[in-house]
């Protein structure tokens, strides 16, 4: 009894790993859709995908209760999979950044400052807790 309550433990957070992946995948491509900096032609590739599930065609007849769902699955995350690669690599890495909460940050000068040209240029470390 012991090792079945092992197993279950173990794979908790391997599914909750791969669901939160998901999600994040999913609002990352979501954000790169609403980005006016990446390509429409990169952004046709998600409609694409969604057009393929509602067309008449498919690669797997649905005969079989599940089976023929799977080839729209695997369509639509390999479409979302492959907007994300086509985007500009800049762009996919600035929003999964602030995705997961490590945004760039940088000074700016405030205006009650007497000398806003001085810079202060020092070694620094990031530290996580």
Not at 51 to 70: H, K
Request: charged share 25%; hydrophobic share 45%; net charge negative.
């Amino acid at each position: 009894m012991n090792d079945q309550s092992n197993k279950s433990r173990q794979i908790k957070p391997m599914s909750m790993g791969f669901l939160a992946d998901l999600i994040r995948q999913a609002r990352l491509a979501w954000r790169l859709l609403l980005d006016p900096r990446v390509p429409l032609w990169t952004k046709a590739v998600v409609p694409a995908s969604l057009i393929y599930l509602l067309s008449p065609i498919d690669l797997m007849p649905d005969v079989v209760l599940g089976l023929g769902q799977l080839d729209d699955l695997a369509v639509i995350v390999l479409g979302v999979k492959l907007f994300i690669e086509l985007c500009p690599p800049e762009i996919v890495r600035e929003h999964m950044q602030d995705l997961m909460g490590e945004a760039n940050w940088r000074v700016e000068a405030d205006d009650s400052s007497s000398s806003a040209s001085e810079v202060i240029d020092a070694p620094y470390e990031v530290k996580k807790e």
